[in-house]
């Protein structure tokens, strides 16, 4: 129960809208690395914004001759372990951890530091680990899919990494076909309105501690929306707590993708919470069970 599934689409190409005050195109470093809570270090990828006239890959954005450092630090913020990072041969852009035995501590504070060998940009960023999630009742192995008696998880209480807790529930499906699709995402992708692929992990986006019934002991008590379900028989349920980065860039983005209750010529930046580029540096904490959805 330790899988995480996460669905999170992120802008990071500059070049799509003004999001900075300039007056012609300026590069920028991407970062985009994501620490959770209970696994070992991650891979962490470096590129560059290109040119809105350039068409956008990973692969020929990517940067080489990063210096990568992952730290932990202690309740004063001062540096308590220092873990480097070393490039990934025959992946440009990708960078791997020296060591592979070390554990990313829940309620933790880590700080990302880059500089270059060929370029001048000096990149840092921290993030607090989310609590770790811990699913905690038993959770039945097969659910009438629009029935009275909806999935139930209870969630342990956790102490809190921001002032409230923010979640996002996926949907794994394992069976993955048309006919297998409930109906109302089986009329969107015939209707053409979705991709059949698109559904195989069906995210909640960012939902509030506060939606949900929060129990005199701190545990919280979820019943799991219909809504949630795309494919019937055997699903993956995975809830994810996410750290205020994580949030502010998916909450920014929400508001930027606003269509119109923008004001004309209004787009506002997006908050990326790295200083010396742009990106995610960013950590999540996850549970996961399965269930059956059986048709009704």
Same mark, same amino acid.
């Given at each position: 129960?330790?899988?995480?599934?996460?669905?999170?689409?992120?802008?990071?190409?500059?070049?799509?809208?003004?999001?900075?005050?300039?007056?012609?195109?300026?590069?920028?470093?991407?970062?985009?690395?994501?620490?959770?809570?209970?696994?070992?270090?991650?891979?962490?990828?470096?590129?560059?914004?290109?040119?809105?006239?350039?068409?956008?890959?990973?692969? #020929?954005?990517?940067?080489?001759?990063?210096?990568?450092?992952?730290?932990?630090?202690?309740?004063?913020?001062?540096?308590?372990?220092?873990?480097?990072?070393?490039?990934?041969?025959?992946?440009?852009?990708?960078?791997?951890?020296?060591?592979?035995?070390?554990?990313?501590?829940?309620?933790?504070?880590?700080?990302?530091? &880059?500089?270059?060998? #060929?370029?001048?940009?000096?990149?840092?960023?921290?993030?607090? &680990?989310?609590?770790?999630?811990?699913?905690?009742?038993?959770?039945?192995?097969?659910?009438?899919?629009?029935?009275?008696?909806?999935?139930?998880?209870?969630?342990?209480?956790?102490?809190?990494?921001?002032?409230?807790?923010?979640?996002?529930?996926?949907?794994?499906?394992?069976?993955?076909?048309?006919?297998?699709?409930?109906?109302?995402?089986?009329?969107?992708?015939?209707?053409?309105?979705?991709?059949?692929?698109?559904?195989?992990?069906?995210?909640?986006?960012?939902?509030?501690?506060?939606?949900?019934? &929060? #129990?005199?002991?701190?545990? &919280?008590?979820?019943?799991?929306?219909?809504?949630?379900?795309?494919?019937?028989?055997?699903?993956?349920?995975?809830?994810?707590?996410?750290?205020?980065?994580?949030?502010?860039?998916?909450?920014?983005?929400?508001?930027?993708?606003?269509?119109?209750?923008?004001?004309?010529?209004?787009?506002?930046?997006?908050?990326?919470?790295?200083?010396?580029?742009?990106?995610?540096?960013?950590?999540?904490?996850?549970?996961?069970?399965?269930?059956?959805?059986?048709?009704?």
């Amino acid at each position: 129960m330790n899988r995480l599934f996460l669905i999170l689409p992120f802008l990071l190409l500059v070049a799509a809208c003004d999001i900075y005050n300039q007056d012609e195109y300026e590069e920028l470093v991407v970062v985009e690395a994501y620490l959770i809570a209970g696994r070992s270090l991650p891979e962490i990828k470096i590129s560059t914004t290109l040119p809105v006239e350039r068409e956008y890959s990973f692969e #020929n954005a990517a940067l080489s001759g990063a210096n990568i450092q992952v730290v932990l630090l202690d309740e004063n913020g001062n540096e308590e372990e220092v873990f480097g990072y070393l490039s990934l041969t025959g992946r440009k852009g990708v960078y791997r951890p020296q060591s592979t035995t070390q554990t990313i501590l829940p309620r933790r504070t880590y700080r990302l530091d &880059i500089d270059f060998n #060929n370029r001048p940009d000096v990149i840092t960023a921290v993030t607090t &680990i989310p609590d770790q999630v811990q699913i905690t009742n038993a959770v039945r192995d097969t659910v009438i899919y629009q029935s009275d008696e909806q999935l139930e998880i209870l969630l342990a209480p956790t102490q809190k990494s921001q002032t409230q807790n923010i979640f996002v529930f996926d949907t794994i499906a394992g069976k993955v076909s048309i006919d297998n699709l409930t109906p109302f995402y089986r009329s969107l992708v015939e209707d053409g309105d979705t991709d059949l692929s698109d559904l195989i992990k069906n995210s909640s986006g960012l939902i509030n501690e506060a939606n949900f019934n &929060i #129990n005199p002991d701190g545990s &919280i008590l979820l019943k799991y929306p219909w809504i949630g379900v795309a494919f019937f028989e055997d699903n993956q349920v995975v809830t994810n707590s996410v750290d205020r980065n994580l949030t502010q860039l998916i909450r920014s983005q929400d508001v930027q993708l606003g269509g119109s209750t923008l004001s004309p010529g209004e787009i506002p930046n997006l908050v990326y919470n790295i200083e010396g580029g742009i990106g995610i540096f960013g950590s999540i904490s996850s549970d996961t069970v399965q269930t059956y959805f059986k048709r009704p």
